[in-house]
């Protein structure tokens, strides 16, 4: 994999991540759903009470993609695991390595923390995505359904 380089993103990239999570909004057609703001980003991966950490990838030295995950836990495994929330790699950097060194290194940071599994979700219509990381043996969830609840439903079940 030369010219990949995989790095820990720091409060420097913010911009640069707020940016690539709007490209990947826009390949998923949920541009309009986007409101973070990097001052957001900034506390939320980089800030005293961080709930996600975020990497960053580039090939030749240009930035290429980016990951942000984030620790779960699974009780039947009596063990933290890893959430993967963001996997993006720009269209003209596709087909050159970076997503499989970014699952890689994130694998690798699993291992490294002694977590259980690595986990994250795929829209339905992304057969690219969906073969590749059948690819990798990630194996789909087919028994399970996401459910969220957000906006004035949350604030509704929050009792607000």
Excluded: C
Excluded at 37 to 56: M, P
């Amino acid at each position: 994999m030369a010219g990949i380089d995989i790095r820990t993103a720091t409060p420097d990239d913010v911009g640069l991540i707020l940016q690539l999570i709007k490209e990947l909004a826009d390949y998923e057609k949920l541009r309009h759903t986007v409101r973070a703001t990097e001052q957001g980003l900034r506390e939320t991966l980089f800030g005293e009470g961080r709930v996600a950490e975020a990497v960053i990838a580039s090939l030749d030295g240009v930035s290429a993609g980016y990951a942000i995950f984030f620790p779960n836990y699974s009780t039947f495994e009596g063990r933290p695991g890893l959430y993967l929330e963001d996997l993006y790699v720009r269209p003209e950097a596709r087909r050159q390595g970076i997503g499989r060194a970014l699952l890689e290194h994130l694998a690798k940071i699993a291992v490294d923390r002694d977590w259980a599994r690595m986990e994250w979700s795929v829209l339905d219509w992304n057969a690219p995505s969906i073969a590749f990381y059948n690819s990798l043996g990630a194996k789909a969830m087919a028994d399970w359904t996401t459910f969220r609840v957000t906006g004035e439903a949350l604030r509704k079940l929050g009792g607000a």
